[in-house]
């Protein structure tokens, strides 16, 4: 063994096997007064890297946590290793190569190098030490490496359609405009669904439920997950949370789970910003129970929109059911879309209860102002996710 692998093995035993400061000392001491090991003790990094994807992690999910557990220069070092180590595959599973993008978009370049040695070895073993303890989660897909690549694809013109009118309903300043916007986005969504779902049924397609994690972040993360669950609920998906790893998986088939992605993200987005506004005005009013005042407002917000997307669900649904009846009675062949629906309900549920046969209940708690629940309601009814032109306006 070259005396670079032993510096390491030895700084690596002292530092990253216990929880106090005084081994996380010793080994940066040795890694300091080795400039000489750097580039092992990155490789190293990008290994650990290698075993978490075999894990069931994925890039986006290591930052979360490391951003949630450490502190700004160890996410933007676990960000560099992420994009070294992703070098190293020819194809990457579906949705890496946008969490990859997403690091780029939200941190920016490379990380400078800390002027000191000594700083510079204690960030690696920190993260070192977080990355050494991931548990085994449930995969959502392959790990890089192992997915066979398939033809490449544009994404579909309905999902830039969508992106556009939420970037503009996150975008506008008036209510209405948004309301209509997010109406629309709605009802693409609901029809190219049932559109890939029949199109699947009479094809005879192999079609089976996937997953995908989304990210719940602080703070207020039990009114988010409770948003997320509602809007995944609505599309035909089942969520569930895990509180501790700041995410929740998404289980459904491919374009249900895309519908969910935008619509949460726009919808979060959207409320957040009415929360905003509305806590100015309580402000202005003399209240200052600021952090109770949101917590109530996003519960109200999800509980709310929750409601809404079900009953929009309902009338999408019922409004194809009653069309292709109305073709049958006519003399031609419509499918309706009830029993095709109720099959891939069953394959969802059947798929998120084998990913996650013990799940637990959290009581929600933090519904105490009244006027955050009020203005949080309010916020949800202008949000108005149900389509125009199908079917009446929801209460």
Same mark, same amino acid.
């Given at each position: 063994?070259?005396?670079?692998?032993?510096?390491?093995? @030895?700084?690596?035993?002292?530092?990253?096997?216990?929880?106090?400061?005084?081994?996380?000392?010793?080994?940066?001491?040795?890694?300091?007064?080795?400039?000489?090991?750097?580039?092992?003790?990155?490789?190293?990094?990008?290994?650990?890297?290698?075993?978490?994807?075999?894990?069931?992690?994925?890039? %986006?999910?290591?930052?979360?946590?490391?951003?949630?557990?450490?502190?700004?220069?160890?996410?933007?070092?676990?960000?560099?290793?992420?994009?070294?180590?992703?070098?190293?595959?020819?194809?990457?599973?579906?949705?890496?190569?946008?969490?990859?993008?997403?690091?780029?978009?939200?941190?920016?370049?490379?990380?400078?190098?800390?002027? @000191?040695?000594?700083?510079?070895?204690?960030?690696?073993?920190?993260?070192?030490?977080?990355?050494?303890?991931?548990?085994?989660?449930?995969?959502?897909?392959?790990?890089?490496?192992?997915?066979?690549?398939?033809?490449?694809?544009?994404?579909?013109?309905?999902?830039?359609?969508?992106?556009?009118?939420?970037?503009?309903?996150? %975008?506008?300043?008036?209510?209405?405009?948004?309301?209509?916007?997010?109406?629309?986005?709605?009802?693409?969504?609901?029809?190219?669904?049932?559109?890939?779902?029949?199109?699947?049924?009479?094809?005879?397609?192999?079609?089976?439920?996937?997953?995908?994690?989304?990210?719940?972040?602080?703070?207020?993360?039990?009114?988010?997950?409770?948003?997320?669950?509602?809007?995944?609920?609505?599309?035909?998906?089942?969520?569930?949370?895990?509180?501790?790893?700041?995410?929740?998986?998404?289980?459904?088939?491919?374009?249900?789970?895309?519908?969910?992605?935008?619509?949460?993200?726009?919808?979060?987005?959207?409320?957040?910003?009415?929360?905003?506004?509305?806590?100015?005005?309580?402000?202005?009013?003399?209240?200052?129970?600021?952090?109770?005042?949101?917590?109530?407002?996003?519960?109200?917000?999800?509980?709310?929109?929750?409601?809404?997307?079900?009953?929009?669900?309902?009338?999408?649904?019922?409004?194809?059911?009653?069309?292709?009846?109305?073709?049958?009675?006519?003399?031609?062949?419509?499918?309706?879309?009830?029993?095709?629906?109720?099959?891939?309900?069953?394959?969802?549920?059947?798929?998120?209860?084998?990913?996650?046969?013990?799940?637990?209940?959290?009581?929600?708690?933090?519904?105490?102002?009244?006027?955050?629940?009020?203005?949080?309601?309010?916020?949800?009814?202008?949000?108005?996710?149900?389509?125009?032109?199908?079917?009446? %306006?929801?209460?």
């Amino acid at each position: 063994m070259g005396s670079t692998d032993s510096v390491i093995d @030895d700084a690596f035993a002292a530092a990253l096997y216990g929880d106090g400061d005084e081994g996380l000392d010793t080994g940066a001491s040795l890694l300091a007064a080795a400039p000489g090991s750097d580039a092992e003790l990155r490789r190293r990094g990008e290994e650990y890297l290698s075993r978490a994807w075999r894990g069931g992690w994925q890039p %986006a999910d290591v930052v979360r946590l490391v951003r949630r557990a450490l502190e700004e220069p160890h996410v933007r070092l676990a960000a560099d290793l992420i994009r070294a180590e992703m070098r190293a595959y020819a194809h990457l599973p579906p949705r890496w190569t946008e969490q990859l993008a997403g690091l780029d978009r939200d941190l920016g370049p490379e990380a400078a190098r800390p002027r @000191d040695r000594f700083s510079y070895a204690t960030t690696h073993l920190q993260l070192y030490r977080l990355l050494l303890r991931l548990p085994p989660i449930e995969p959502v897909g392959p790990p890089p490496g192992e997915s066979v690549p398939g033809p490449v694809e544009g994404e579909p013109r309905m999902l830039t359609r969508v992106r556009a009118l939420l970037a503009k309903a996150e %975008a506008t300043g008036y209510p209405e405009e948004a309301e209509a916007l997010t109406a629309k986005a709605q009802e693409l969504m609901a029809r190219h669904s049932l559109d890939e779902a029949l199109l699947a049924a009479r094809t005879h397609a192999k079609d089976v439920p996937g997953a995908c994690r989304v990210g719940v972040d602080a703070p207020y993360e039990t009114a988010k997950a409770i948003l997320l669950d509602s809007v995944a609920a609505a599309n035909h998906c089942r969520a569930v949370w895990n509180e501790a790893f700041g995410f929740s998986t998404v289980v459904g088939f491919e374009p249900d789970l895309e519908a969910v992605e935008l619509l949460y993200t726009s919808l979060l987005v959207q409320g957040t910003a009415a929360m905003t506004k509305a806590e100015a005005g309580q402000r202005a009013a003399g209240r200052k129970r600021t952090k109770t005042f949101r917590q109530t407002f996003l519960l109200a917000y999800a509980h709310r929109i929750g409601a809404r997307l079900a009953r929009a669900g309902e009338h999408a649904v019922k409004e194809a059911a009653e069309a292709a009846e109305a073709a049958g009675a006519a003399g031609g062949s419509a499918a309706s879309p009830l029993p095709v629906l109720a099959a891939r309900d069953v394959a969802v549920s059947g798929r998120a209860e084998r990913m996650f046969p013990e799940t637990t209940t959290t009581r929600v708690r933090g519904a105490t102002v009244g006027e955050g629940w009020a203005h949080g309601t309010a916020a949800a009814d202008r949000a108005h996710v149900t389509p125009r032109g199908r079917g009446p %306006a929801l209460p």
